[in-house]
Nanobody
Framework: QLQLVESGGGLVQPGGSLRLSCDTS????????IGWFRQAPGKEREGFSC????????KYADSVKGRFTISRDDATGMVYLQMNSLKPEDSAIYYC????????????????????WGQGTQVTVSS
């Protein structure tokens, strides 16, 4: 049983926007942070954004900085990823994952520090 559920993926033209959602309400044992990862065909899964549950600190990889914004809604347990100025190279399956470790560990997007994963949602950027 998946504890995280992503949604919001789809097909978008270059330069367009999408907002992905990650429902964390199923994470029974709690978490300290949520990360977003993506995996393109033939490539390794890479992390590119994360948010701290307690203080709301965020971090972005250079590849998405200035274009993507991560946020959270504590009332609903949703974590969002607003993606603007999308490029074809952003096409991938996008995953959210939960960590129960400290910021110093999971903020470098090391997947060893993420324990719960969603099933992924496909994002395709193409004209």
């Amino acid at each position: 049983q998946l504890q995280l559920v992503e949604s919001g993926g789809g097909l978008v033209q270059p330069g367009g926007s999408l907002r992905l959602s990650c429902d964390t309400s199923g994470v029974i044992s709690g978490y300290s942070g949520i990360g977003w990862f993506r995996q393109a065909p033939g490539k390794e899964r890479e992390g590119f954004s994360c948010i701290n549950r307690a203080g709301g600190s965020t971090k972005y990889a250079d590849s998405v900085k200035g274009r993507f914004t991560i946020s959270r809604d504590d009332a609903t347990g949703m974590v969002y990823l607003q993606m603007n100025s999308l490029k074809p190279e952003d096409s991938a399956i996008y995953y959210c994952a939960a960590s129960r470790y400290g910021w110093v560990f999971y903020s470098n997007f090391d997947q060893r520090w993420y324990e719960d994963w969603g099933q992924g949602t496909q994002v395709t950027v193409s004209s």
